[in-house]
């Protein structure tokens, strides 16, 4: 099992930055993956990020690509997505995610087994 606390959210106007964290507890995460989805009201839940444990590789949206950067800190056992340039329709529920990594297929909620509670983004105009 692995328990996922996320952390960070809030209230931001439009052009500013947040960072989310994740804490992971419960297991070692070096053969997994880490993912960040968001959920709008009345919207599925989307893909954000994803960054492999083990090969530091990481992958993007098209939508956050260049204003958002997935990373990780070994140490404490924690991930983070540092959001820039926030926009209106970043207003959103994020979500982090774990799952085995299999090398692929970061963007789908399938391939992750474990989830956080989330933290709500708002961002106003």
């Known amino acids: 099992q692995v328990q996922l606390v996320e952390s960070g959210g809030g209230l931001v106007q439009a052009g500013g930055s947040l960072r989310l964290s994740c804490a992971a507890s419960?297991?070692?995460?070096?053969?997994?993956?880490m993912g960040w989805f968001r959920q709008a009201p009345g919207k599925e839940r989307e893909f954000v990020a994803a960054?492999?444990?083990?090969?530091?590789?990481?992958y993007y949206a098209d939508s956050v690509k260049g204003r958002f950067t997935i990373s990780r800190d070994n140490a404490k056992n924690t991930v983070y997505l540092q959001m820039n340039s926030l926009k209106p329709g970043d207003t959103a529920l994020y979500y982090c995610?774990?799952?085995?990594?299999?090398?692929?297929?970061?963007?789908?909620?399938?391939?992750?087994?474990?989830w956080g509670q989330g933290t709500q983004v708002t961002v106003s105009s």
């Open positions: 419960g297991r070692t995460l070096s053969r997994y993956a």
């Open positions: 960054i492999s444990w083990s090969t530091g590789s990481t």
């Open positions: 995610a774990a799952g085995y990594d299999s090398g692929g297929y970061y963007y789908r909620r399938g391939s992750y087994d474990y």
